[in-house]
């Protein structure tokens, strides 16, 4: 699809995602309101960035379909370990229903919570001595639509 008239144009950016416990080599994958988009790899790092998405923007047509999507489907944005065959590291959401009233972009700093099976990994504590995993299981990724 091409930008045009009576189209939006949603465009998908991560900036990098940061403070995960150890180096990680990892992609993004955006999928909920968005077809499923995953990234190539980013270098193995405990802040990875540049991030390279096959399709950073994606084509709707402004019509019914498109405002039921923005204010029932939330743009998910998931972290995977390439290392460990795409395994998720963890997600986060954003809401994208900004986007009806004029709003150019959502976004911003999201924190990404952990999948138990990471969470476990990276702090294998015994029940007794387990904290609240949001209080850990938590690394920061960027991501803006327009």
Known sequence: D???????????????????????ETCVAFSGLCN?????????SENPAAYELPKGVFIRLKCQA????????EL????????????????????????????????GEVELKLTEAYYKKWWPESEEDAVDP?????????????
């Open 134 to 146: 949001k209080a850990k299981a938590k690394a920061k990724a960027k991501a803006k639509a327009a």
């Open 36 to 44: 499923d988009n995953q990234s190539s790899p980013a270098e193995r």
């Open 76 to 107: 998910i944005v998931k972290v995977v370990d390439a290392s460990n065959d795409n395994a998720e590291v963890g997600r986060a959401s954003l809401s994208c229903l900004p986007l009806l009233h004029e709003q150019l972009e959502v976004g």
């Open 2 to 24: 091409e930008e045009g008239e009576g189209k939006a144009a949603l465009r998908l950016c991560v900036e990098g995602v940061s403070n995960l416990p150890v180096p990680l």
């Open 66 to 73: 498109l405002f039921d999507d923005l204010v029932s489907r």
